[in-house]
């Protein structure tokens, strides 16, 4: 590969506005306080990353993130000569060692990918594999609303163009009542998943969700209750309990590029799945524009077999009222198609970032 020289490293804070507030377990969200990074080289090559941490849910803020970027891994980048990802990545992880700061790891390590994939003229698919698919359905997303309108939400989102949902619950047995709406509306042909964003959810109301045929259920307890998660596998008769967990406590694997440290740790961890016959799935459910079109990069390189056919990149359709990219994802019917442009693919639009900075973490200028 042609080597380039790393010029400047900067993160910023933005903050963009929902198209309507999202509630979870976790509290409401108006807005999505993201983190973008942008890499620059005296050969004039620019690189982006971003990482849309969730409050409460995500190990770090998004300060946190853009200071440990900019005060402490940025030294090891200005100056550098980058031959590929991990002859920088390498040295990150040696001062930074798993599980330390992966959303932060993640940002500049995707921001890494596209500044070499531009460099080589490839698609990041084509730097980690090969292209399996270049057509990648998703969920339609249903928060926590109340039944009626869940109902209604899940026919238009079928109108749409989705062919599976899925929708937030609590450990709140009203969210029983949600659910059954939305069977009433649409049926048992339509993939039904869950989503409890860590809320415990006691034995006798998973039982009771059992008559709706859920896919799964992600994450019904806490990330650390392991032994929780084993003990509802073997009582409830639910197809699917999703993490990232041991003790033969899931059947399938949620897997996102921001929380698992980047791209390449998914794509490592893609591979045990499939050493250990486990399906996965990718995505994270509040994406920008940029963070999305890495999800869908390590999707469109994966095969079936293994990550599954609808997966669960979400935000710029649905959620975001705007986006810092000046070319926006393809995205139909509920579809969105793998551009093959070097890199990510997307480019951001200087205006837009201009538009949505917060705080003192970087003024952008170009």
């Known amino acids: 590969m042609e080597c380039v020289e790393l010029r400047e490293c900067k993160a910023f804070l933005i903050q963009v506005p929902l198209k309507r507030p999202h509630k979870t377990s976790h509290g409401e969200v108006s807005h999505q306080r993201s983190v973008v990074v942008i890499l620059e080289t005296v050969e004039g090559f620019t690189g982006v990353g971003q990482v849309d941490p969730v409050p409460k849910y995500s190990v770090e803020t998004p300060e946190e993130i853009c200071l440990i970027i900019n005060s402490y891994i940025r030294p090891m980048l200005v100056n550098k000569q980058v031959f590929s990802v991990s002859s920088i990545m390498d040295e990150i992880y040696e001062n930074f060692p798993d599980p330390l700061h992966l959303e932060a790891k993640a940002a500049v390590e995707m921001a890494l990918y596209d500044l070499i994939g531009k460099v080589r003229k490839l698609p990041v698919y084509k730097m980690i594999g090969k292209l399996y698919r270049e057509n990648i359905p998703v969920v339609g997303w249903i928060g926590q609303v109340p039944p009626e309108t869940a109902g209604k939400e899940a026919i238009n989102k079928l109108e749409e163009g989705y062919r599976a949902l899925k929708v937030k619950i609590s450990s709140n047995v009203d969210d029983i009542e949600r659910i059954a709406k939305i069977r009433e509306a649409v049926g048992y042909s339509v993939e039904l998943r869950a989503d409890a964003n860590e809320a415990l959810i006691p034995i006798t109301l998973l039982k009771k969700l059992e008559r709706y045929e859920l896919k799964w259920i992600e994450q019904p307890a806490p990330r650390r209750h392991i032994h929780y998660l084993a003990k509802i596998r073997n009582k409830i008769d639910v197809h699917s ?3 990232i967990i041991k003790e033969e406590a899931a059947d399938y694997i949620k897997l996102k590029v921001m929380k698992q440290g980047g791209i390449s740790s998914v794509m490592k961890m893609i591979d045990i799945c499939k050493a250990c016959n486990m399906k996965c ?17 390590v ?33 139909s019917r509920g579809f969105f198609k793998v551009n093959d442009r070097p890199g990510l693919g997307v480019e951001i639009s200087e205006e837009k970032l201009r538009k949505y900075l917060r705080g003192d973490h970087g003024i952008y200028k170009s």
Request: hydrophobic share 40%; glycine share 10%.
């Open 241 to 243: 309990l999703i993490n």
């Open 299 to 331: 999707i469109a390189a994966s095969s079936t077999n293994i990550v599954e056919d609808v997966n669960e990149v979400g935000g710029p359709p649905d959620k975001m009222s705007d986006d810092i990219v000046s070319n926006q994802l393809e995205f």
């Open 281 to 297: 799935t990718i995505g994270h459910g509040f994406n920008m524009g940029i963070s999305a079109s890495a999800e869908l990069h």
